[in-house]
């Protein structure tokens, strides 16, 4: 086994999206190669509902997944295929905007809104698939208990344990991983898979190194075929992403995510004649 090093750290920066929400975009439109196919995480971690309530009304999405996951929170949605309902405490919403999709997500009051959303690129080929969404209630993600370690399989398999989601498109394990203080968690990946991990609370050591790494920034892992991370004295729950990366071009503006410039002047153009929802 061959445990794999820090290849960066990227704490992200406090950005305000949609109508004025607050978050932290921990990677995003510099990030996209070294990412591969993960194209951009907000994360959204507050106690003060003047950060979120403005929400992110109706906007575009074409070319992406994207997959949002609360710890805490309520957020309701709809879109232009008739689709509504809310994203609740420990629930996700994995959306494939394919072809075009209009959509809004707008954060109800709360104690705490705890969580992130995930932008997954789709292959070229899949570009202009049929748009969908899945819900995934809290009940449907299963948990997986060792010693001093609790592990929610969102999507792919955990140590012979699937998740609701094992993604269509793109195959991707999403794990959200608590440890106990002072505890380490081994994991054996595949080699060719993008990897990388956000700290959502406490803080982690993370491949046998003296680096510790705090809450609210993310580590992308360099070669190797296993991941090695310890909580410190203070516990850890983090965000687990992996995926095989795509390897093509992207030409990104906005919600749209394409593989060329004449695709992007093409959506806009479609959005500007009403014709950018292929599926109704």
Known sequence: MQSKPIRRVTGGSVQYDGAGVKLVRVIGYQDVYDF????????FDSTDPEDYLKGFPWHPHRGIETVTYLIQGDIEHGDSLGNKGSIKDGSCQWMTAGSGIIHQE?????ERMLGSQLWINLPQKDKMTHPVYRDIKSEQIPTVKEEGVEVRVIS??????NGPEQGDFVKTIYLDVKLDAHTKWVFPVDPQKKIFCYMVEGSALVSDTSQRIPHHQAVLFGDGDTVEISATEEGLRFFFYAAKPLGESIAWKG????????????ASKELRDGTFIKHA
């Open 255 to 266: 919600p749209i995510v394409m593989n060329t410039q004449d695709e992007l002047k093409l």
């Open 156 to 161: 792919g398999t955990y140590k012979g344990t």
């Open 106 to 110: 707008m954060p109800q009051k709360s």
């Open 36 to 43: 591969d196919p993960f194209l951009l995480l907000d994360a």
